[in-house]
C-alpha cells in the first residue's frame, strides 16, 4: 500500500514561514518525481513545485523566489518551504507522486492534503 503521509500545515500571517513535508512509502520514493500542488476554494488544483528524482526542479511563477522544493532520499521525504507567505497562498497542498512501476506502468499517488491558511 503506497502511502504519502503530509505534515506541517497550518495557520500563519502574511510574510511568514511554513515548511510542508512528505513522507512516502520506501516502494516509490527513490523512483518517483514528487511534487505539491495545492487547491484553492472554487480553484482548480495547481502545480506548485516539483522535483525529479534525479533532484531537478520546477517551480511555479507565482511562488518563485519565496517557495523551495526538496527532497531527502534517505528519509523519504518532500518538503516544501514557504517564505514570505500571501494571502492567496491560501489553499490544501497535495503531496504527489509519479513514476513507472516495474511492469512499465505510469502511476500517481495523492496525499490526504494539509490547510494552509495565510491571513492578512
Known amino acids: 500500500q503506497v502511502q504519502l503521509a503530509e505534515s506541517g500545515g497550518g495557520s500563519m500571517q502574511t510574510g511568514g514561514s511554513l515548511r510542508l513535508s512528505c513522507a512516502a512509502s520506501v516502494s516509490i520514493f527513490s523512483k518517483s518525481a514528487m511534487g505539491w500542488y495545492r487547491q484553492a476554494p472554487g480553484k482548480q488544483r495547481e502545480l506548485v513545485a516539483a522535483i525529479t528524482n534525479g533532484g531537478s526542479t520546477n517551480v511555479a511563477d507565482s511562488v518563485k523566489g519565496r517557495f523551495t522544493i526538496s527532497r531527502d532520499n534517505a528519509k523519504n521525504t518532500v518538503y516544501l518551504q514557504m517564505n514570505s507567505l500571501k494571502p492567496e497562498d491560501t489553499a490544501v497542498y497535495y503531496c504527489?507522486?509519479?513514476?513507472?512501476?516495474?511492469?512499465?506502468?505510469?502511476?500517481?499517488?495523492w496525499g490526504q492534503g494539509t490547510q494552509v491558511t495565510v491571513s492578512s
Open positions: 504527489n507522486a509519479r513514476g513507472i512501476d516495474g511492469q512499465l506502468r505510469p502511476y500517481t499517488y
